[in-house]
DNA sequence: GCTCTATATGTCGCTCGGCGATATATATGT
DNA sequence: ACATATATATCGCCGAGCGACATATAGAGC
């Protein structure tokens, strides 16, 4: 009902499914490599992630298939998901900025009167 | 000991701080201010987030005055701290750029084959 | 004097998300 | 037979976020 903010992991799964459907453990690696390796998904953060994007309307369920005999369950984005992305892509980009202002700021002046 | 990946909450504790010391109350609305109005930090979560970031050594105490009667205890980023929050932006700037541009791609090719 | 609001610190307990451990199943390699 | 990799899903622990509460001062309004 309420979408709550989302958190660093849940963006990065959103992130991943932009431009294409991807199954749970395809989804595990394209958030590593998204983020260089630093966010490694565990399985539960995965399903238990997966199950709430799905309550929020952000992604709902693309497609199974069997691919070497092992089973896939391929999830994607809803456009209500694409549209928080993109919005908090935008915020995102937005503080990000700001910070390097902020930064280069004091690193002048560390003192309201330096 | 083992310094915990940063939340958005205790990052923007850290932007908060980068100019100048800051107490608890001012620190609140710093944050509210530095992130739109959108994080507004909870009592628990300041003092907690403090003291965690106080025990890894990005933040230290700098000096305790009384102002119009009222007692105010102000911290500072420590030089570790300045460092982390540095990285942590930068990776926060690339990761912004990098899913923009994830974005304007998929627009145009929704799909592998579009 | 009493109450409410704002400022200021800090604690307590609840809830929820992240995550490893575990279970299940198939394919491959040694 | 055993280990590794792929693939899904559940369970329970832990920790972060956060509201509620406690405490204290200052000022406004009645």
Known sequence: MKPSPLREQSYLILLALAPEPLYGYGLIAAVRELSDGRVKLGAGTLYGALDRLGADGLVT?????VVDGRFRRYYKLTDQGHRVLTAETERLAELAARARRRLAASRVAPRPAG
């Open 61 to 65: 369920l693309d497609h199974e298939e």
